[in-house]
């Protein structure tokens, strides 16, 4: 793992005397970007994370992430995923789709930094269980 991780590659502190407080949410966000804030700070508490005045930064960040994500979704759903160009003729992807998948990813990393992440804890998502007895390819195949 780089220098900077600890046992399970969970990112760690630089400095280990970081004072313990609740971050503070900036002025001048759009409303949107506020009811995100609001709700990733919430669910940090929920969680049970402790926090620094500084995950500010990446709270702000996360929120202005989401509510960019909503206005692309939001012109994905009015425009479709594909759009026409009105003078040749030609279907390409809509803008906003490549939008959405840039700022899905951005999102995730985000989230993974502020530890709200299966993965970013060490938990990550599992699959079913297998049956106690696995069927033999033949027995599936000759199923009724």
């Not at 970007?33 to 919430?42: K, P, R, T, V």
């Not at 202005?64 to 992807?93: H, P």
């Not at 106690?132 to 195949?141: C, Y």
Request: proline share 6%; glycine share 10%; net charge neutral.
């Amino acid at each position: 793992m780089g220098r900077h991780c600890g046992d399970e590659g969970q990112p760690k502190r630089r400095n280990a005397n970081i004072v313990p407080g609740v971050p503070v949410k900036p002025s001048g966000l759009s409303a949107r970007a506020g009811f995100y804030w609001n709700q990733i700070l919430e669910q940090l508490i929920a969680s049970g994370i402790q926090l620094v005045t500084g995950d500010a930064h990446l709270i702000t960040l996360g929120a202005c992430v989401k509510a960019d994500l909503e206005v692309s979704w939001k012109s994905v759903q009015e425009g479709g995923r594909y759009i026409t160009n009105l003078k040749t003729g030609a279907v390409k992807l809509n803008p906003a789709v490549d939008d959405c998948n840039r700022l899905s990813e951005r999102l995730q990393k985000i989230l993974w930094q502020l530890n709200l992440s299966p993965r970013s804890r060490g938990n990550p998502p599992t699959a079913p269980k297998a049956k106690d007895e696995e069927q033999s390819l033949e027995d599936f195949l000759n199923e009724d």
